[in-house]
């Protein structure tokens, strides 16, 4: 009985090992800076910083993984009318993001990783506001976008910096084509 007990407590701690090796689950937190683009010049766009909180998951298969995240994402954007520059435009979301990543890494040694990212993200409002010439009712409530960039794991943190540009517009009008794009850094710790 003792030895099956023994082959047993090694199964489960080799599939164990194997498991963490093959898929990551983590926490993450970090910051954004959105702003808003227009094909209408006659407004200037302005940065806004904001922040996000989620959790990942990263499938490794050798030097390729795939990295499927979700998380709660407060951006916005702001621009001022060139021809009255008393007047602000500006918008405030609140979404929870999904991303699915494809990543390579570049450098693949304990405790050291650096890998490379891209995909797509779908983000579902779950707030929003609006003023001057955006309206809430403009507001799109659902948006998909591309997200690239570079991350660095340290044995159980992981760093991300990416760059998301939104390829719908956000509003609903056709008279402006009006995108956000984001910069996101973000810390995270892998369970």
Partial sequence: MKKLTLIILLAVLSITGYAQEFMN????????????????????????????????????????????????????????DRNNLSVVNSFNLNTIDVPAL?????????PLNVRIMAGPVFSILTHKSAKGQFTEDNIKNSFFAWQFGAGVDFL????????????????????IDTKNGNFVVSLGIKL
Wanted: net charge negative; charged share 20%; aromatic share 14%.
């Fill in 25 to 80: 689950l983590g926490l993450k937190a970090g910051i954004n800076t959105s702003k808003i683009s227009t094909d209408d010049d006659a407004y200037s766009p302005q940065a806004i910083n904001n922040y996000l909180v989620g959790a990942f998951a990263r499938f490794n298969f050798g030097p390729i993984y795939l990295q499927p995240e979700a998380y709660y994402n407060s951006k916005g954007g702001e621009y001022i």
């Fill in 102 to 110: 494809v990543g390579l890494k570049i450098i693949d040694q304990e």
């Fill in 156 to 175: 159980f943190l992981t760093l991300d910096a990416r760059f998301e540009k939104y390829g719908t517009d956000i509003e609903k009008l056709p008279t």
